[in-house]
């Protein structure tokens, strides 16, 4: 069993940064991998980045050279860097991630781009 806990959401301007947080409640040795996905109003849920143990990373076309993946096993958190946010980034964020045979979810936090 896992929890993953999100964190770091909010209102930001367009052209703006947040930083989201996923916190999970077991060493992130084992949760391989892990990843961001969004949910838009009225769109189905998306995915946007994915982290592996080792590091290597991989990334949706609209967010790719904004979004920054990381994770830091020795805190069991996982990180998602968002800059140059724009309107069309407005979403709940989830973060995910593999343990054993299933996969995990957080509760998801809210990120609204607008001026």
């Known amino acids: 069993q896992v929890q993953l806990v999100e964190s770091g959401g909010g209102l930001v301007q367009p052209g703006g940064s947040l930083r989201l947080s996923c916190a999970a409640s077991?060493?992130?040795?084992?949760?391989?991998?892990m990843g961001w996905y969004r949910q838009a109003p009225g769109k189905e849920r998306e995915w946007v980045t994915t982290?592996?143990?080792?590091?290597?990373?991989n990334y949706a076309d609209p967010v790719k050279g904004r979004f920054t993946i990381a994770r830091d096993n020795a805190k069991n958190t996982m990180y998602l860097q968002m800059d140059s946010l724009k309107p069309e980034d407005t979403a709940v964020y989830y973060c995910?991630?593999?343990?054993?045979?299933?996969?995990?979810w957080g509760q998801g936090t809210q990120v609204t781009v607008s001026s």
């Open positions: 982290i592996t143990l080792g590091g290597s990373a």
């Open positions: 077991r060493s992130i040795f084992f949760i391989n991998p």
């Open positions: 995910t991630g593999r343990y054993g045979p299933r996969d995990y």
